[in-house]
Each structure stands twice: as C-alpha cells, then as structure tokens.
C-alpha cells in the first residue's frame, strides 16, 4: 500500500483531527514531519501527542502531521519500510529498538549533540543503547510496573496489602472466593493477567514477577555477549507461582490466556478481578472508571528467591532512515526530551499521557502530579529492569511468551521441563544473532 493510500485509510479513522500519511519521510509533497506513535487514534493519548506536536510547531516553526496507530504498528511500518518510505519520527517501544537497528531503520544518535541530553536519566540512556554500544534514539517515556488493587474489595475482605507472594496469592484466593464485590454470585477473580502470545504478552507480563524473584531470562557473559538462564531456578520458581495460580488456586480471570492488555484493561474494569500487575498508564484510565476511593497501587513483593525489580519499559523517540528531515528530525527529538516537552507529555493527572515517567531529571513529577500513587511506579523505577540490548530482543520476547502461555493453559505441563525446553530455543537464538 502507498504511503498515500495509507493516509487516507487512517485518515477515516482518526477523531482527534490527527493528519494521516502523505509526507515526511523520503518521498513528501512537503515539508512537514511525519510523526508515528503507537496509540489507538481517538485515545486521549493520541491527543496529547497532537498537543506535543502543536507545540514544537510553535516553537521551532516546523510543520508535523501526526499518525496515531495501535493495531498492527510494527506490520504497518514494514509495509512503509517496503516502500523506502518511513515516517521522519516513530515514538514506539524501547523493547523495538534492537528489532529497528537489525533492518536499518534507524539513524545513530549523537548523545552529546542533542540539546538536553546530558539532562536525561542514564538508565533511560541504556534503553535508547544498541548492542554496538551506540545510541539509536532519543528517551522519552519511562515506566515501572507495579499492582493496581481494588482497595475497596481488599478492605471489604479484611486483609492488609500485600507484602510477600504468598500474601498476594491469599489475597486473590480472597478475591475468588469470598464476593468483594457484594452481589451475592461467585463472578470475581483475584488476578487480571493479559496471557495471550499477542505481541509476546505472556513473557511481558510475567517478567516483572521474574526479575521481582531474582530471576531473567539471557545474561549478559561480557562483550555484548549473552547466555540464556531462563531456566534458572528463581525464573522457574516465578513462572511456576504463576502457574498455581492458573491451576491450582484458580485465582485468574477467565480467558486470560488469550487476552492482550487492551480485553485485561476493560476486563479490570468491569470488576471482574481485582489485582492488575501493570504500568502506570491505566491509572487515570482507572481513576476515571472505577472510582479514585476504590483503587490503589502497591508494589510488587519481593520473590522468595530475590528481588526487588519489575520490569523497566517506555518509549523512545526514534529517528528513522532516509529522512528528508534530518534538521527536523534532531530538534523534534530535542523538543520532546526538553522539560517542556516532558511537561506536555505527561499530561498532568489526566488521562492520555505518553510520558509516564519523565527521564529529564530537571522535571520535578510531583509538581507535575498530584496523585501520590505514581510515585509507586517512580521508586519501583530505581529497580526496574529492562531488555538488554541484545541484536533483536522481539523473538525473545515472543518465544518466551509462547513456552509460558503454554505452561499456563495446560495445566499438565510441567514447569521445569518447559523452561529447560526454552532455554535450548533462546541459546539457538541468540546463536543465530551472533550474541552468544
């Protein structure tokens, strides 16, 4: 598909008045930069990336058409990719960067060019870090992740908040059992979990539980080198936690295996389970759906084996190839990282932030907010892990994803074997690229 036949299709789609393909990138009618986020195209976060983009016209002088996608972003891509034909700017997951620089998508970034970016937070540096050493983006968004809970059914139910796994494990067992919701029929579970394969969610969601317990999935053996440890005995203790509570407790909503985050949100929402292990960009969502009295954020327990830690993601501003743009493309990276980028970003309290963390440590996130439950997300980060910067983290992800989905439907599985099973598949992987 053109990329103009790509502009008018979303087009159609887009109520926040955001402009669709047809320019930017290598082969424009203008000189506008073309800006691709990863966001559904009526969210309020395709909003605020409108706003952020108003702004830096405003201050720079450059003209932005703005494309607001969620399904199908990376296939989408490589449609334009095909095409030699890629937006100026992609803001998409730092866990794409190794997947990007493997099909040469992306321009190198000069740290110590970019206005601000001796402001940025280093571990978010380390996310915007290919396996060469070099930078390949700009940060932008950083996140932790850490247990939105029903505080009403908890205080319902008479248990304190959790502060190790088997109090989270007692506590959704509560959640199952003992109608928090008060409607008199056994229709609640404790944990919501988005288990589907989907974009490697399964691996995704239990990671923070994995690196909670001490465990990960590759280590790092020196020279950008890495080893598999999927197997390790605190990786296996955490998918196997979670397995009791699929079988043995059956304490997970029901189709979780094949929900993605977008059916989980919705499914936390109508009440049908009460602890969400996720980031902090449902939280006004929740705020506003729920009830502000009815929902709190907790940190993830330490792992018997370990911890503490949860996983560490955000997003990146990416520069991309063959752009017409380059002048434009530095000062958009600029604008987005500078304090007022961050500031517009973050969107307040509101609903629609594509800032969840600021990374430049000059933001003070407490003036910015005032709901003290972010600063849950915000000491969870000093713990966060995130991808290494491994040739391609995507395969690993999803192959992981698909081993632990599989141990979490088939309750017959066995854990150990499973993960030994996958240990062999993640070594012949990064065998293939050349990282072991």
């Not at 960009?281 to 911890?307: H, Q």
Request: net charge negative; hydrophobic share 35%; proline share 5%.
């Amino acid at each position: 598909m053109s990329r103009r036949l790509l502009g008018v299709a979303i087009m159609a789609t887009l109520a926040v008045g955001l402009t669709g393909c047809g320019s930017g990138g290598s082969s424009g009618s203008d000189n506008s930069l073309e800006i691709w986020i990863r966001q559904a195209p009526d969210s309020d976060s395709a909003k605020t990336a409108k706003k952020l983009a108003d702004a830096f016209t405003k201050a720079s002088g450059v003209q932005t058409k703005v494309v607001a996608l969620f399904d199908d972003f990376e296939t989408k891509l490589n449609q334009q990719a095909a095409q030699k034909d890629l937006p100026d700017i992609v803001i998409n997951d730092t866990a794409q960067l190794g997947n990007m620089v493997s099909q040469g998508w992306l321009e190198p970034v000069d740290k110590a060019a970019l206005k601000g970016g001796d402001q940025l937070a280093e571990t978010a540096w380390k996310a915007a870090t290919g396996s060469d050493g070099k930078f390949y983006a700009a940060p932008f968004s950083a996140q932790s992740f850490a247990l939105i809970v029903r505080k009403d059914w908890r205080e319902k139910v008479g248990m304190d908040p959790p502060e190790t796994w088997d109090d989270l494990a007692k506590l959704a067992v509560a959640f199952t059992e003992k109608d928090p919701d008060g409607n008199g029929q056994k229709d609640t579970a404790g944990f919501t979990a988005p288990a589907g394969t989907k974009r490697g969610y399964a691996s995704w969601y239990a990671s923070s539980l994995i690196y909670a317990n001490g465990g990960d999935f590759i280590k790092s053996t020196g020279a950008g080198k890495y080893a598999a440890t999927v197997n390790d005995p605190k990786t296996v203790e955490a998918v196997q936690y979670l397995q009791d509570q699929f079988c043995k407790t059956k304490t997970v909503n029901p189709g979780a295996v094949s929900n993605d985050t977008t059916v989980t949100h919705e499914v936390f929402e109508k009440g049908q389970g009460g602890i969400y292990l996720v980031g902090p960009y449902v939280l006004a969502r929740f705020v506003n759906s729920i009830g502000t009295d009815k929902i709190e954020v907790l940190p993830v327990p330490k792992g018997p084996s370990g911890g503490p830690g949860t996983l560490g993601e955000g997003e990146n501003v990416y520069l991309m190839a063959g752009s017409a743009n380059k002048d434009a493309q530095k000062k958009f990276a600029e604008f987005a990282i500078s304090p007022e980028g961050q500031r517009i970003g973050m969107n307040k309290d509101a609903n629609g932030a594509i800032v969840r963390l600021p990374v430049n440590t000059t933001v003070d996130m407490s003036a910015e907010r005032q709901d003290p439950r972010w600063k849950v997300f915000q000491e969870s980060y000093a713990h966060a892990v995130y991808a290494p910067p491994v040739p391609n983290w995507a395969p690993i992800r999803q192959t992981s994803a698909d081993t632990i989905n599989a141990v979490w439907a088939d309750c017959t599985a066995d854990v150990k074997t499973a993960m030994d099973e996958l240990n062999t598949k993640l070594t012949q992987e990064l065998q293939s690229q050349k990282a072991s």
